[in-house]
T-cell receptor, first 117, second 109 residues
Framework: NAGVTQTPKFQVLKTGQSMTLQCAQD?????MSWYRQDPGMGLRLIHY???????DQGEVPNGYNVSRSTTEDFPLRLLSAAPSQTSVYFC????????????????FGQGTRLTVV | DAKTTQPNSMESNEEEPVHLPCNHS???????IHWYRQLPSQGPEYVIH???SNVNNRMASLAIAEDRKSSTLILHRATLRDAAVYYC??????????FGKGTKLTVNP
């Protein structure tokens, strides 16, 4: 069972370049989300999705796009990278907490360390 | 989203119990209280969650106040591997998992 897989693990971009961070899960989880973590800080929610075709913004969505065409995949796109987007990015997935008693333990990927120069 | 308050940092000695507090006075009646931890250079990992009554698992215990406005994560015998940032997160119908600043736990040998 692979869990949550993020690729790449490391990436260096030049300002203005675009790229897509990949996130895939094999647990049939409805809920998926992206976070960024800056040095010495907590995780901040960028975007999240409660199922295929449904996405919503978190705390810091500017500069990032997402789509959810399948249950398994939730890619994060940077259209024009900026140095302020240098960070570690984490993807997470869980069952959607639609009823009490449901185990909604979230599983996290190992992160993508992105540097924008 | 319910707001949480946790101490910025705590310190413990190896093999001693650790009690990590969290205040969540605005929690909704259907929100579960989740705890996650983040070891250095790793993604967060689930520790435990509960609704009203105390909960135990192989990693920790969770004590929830009767009024649900606070909870305490208990590590019965801290090890060096337990040094991490611990996050308390109410989660329910809003579906979002929103992290606060957490408590950085230092474990001394």
């Amino acid at each position: 069972n692979a869990g949550v897989t993020q690729t790449p693990k490391f990436q260096v971009l030049k300002t203005g370049q675009s790229m897509t961070l990949q996130c895939a899960q094999d647990m049939n989880h409805e809920y998926m989300s992206w976070y960024r973590q800056d040095p010495g800080m907590g995780l901040r929610l960028i975007h999240y999705s409660v199922g295929a075709g449904i996405t919503d913004q978190g705390e810091v969505p500017n500069g990032y796009n997402v789509s959810r065409s399948t249950t398994e995949d939730f890619p994060l796109r940077l259209l024009s990278a900026a140095p302020s987007q240098t960070s570690v990015y984490f993807c997470a997935s869980s069952y959607f907490p639609r009823k009490t008693g449901m185990n909604t333990e979230a599983f996290f990927g190992q992160g993508t360390r992105l540097t924008v120069v | 989203d319910a707001k949480t308050t946790q101490p910025n940092s705590m310190e413990s000695n190896e093999e001693e119990p650790v009690h990590l507090p969290c205040n969540h006075s605005t929690i909704s009646g259907t929100d579960y209280i989740h705890w996650y931890r983040q070891l250095p250079s790793q993604g967060p990992e689930y520790v435990i969650h509960g609704l009203t009554s105390n909960v135990n698992n192989r990693m920790a215990s969770l004590a929830i106040a009767e009024d649900r406005k606070s909870s305490t994560l208990i590590l019965h015998r801290a090890t060096l591997r337990d040094a991490a940032v611990y996050y308390c997160i109410p989660r329910g119908g809003s579906e979002k998992l929103v992290f606060g600043k957490g408590t950085k736990l230092t474990v001394n040998p």
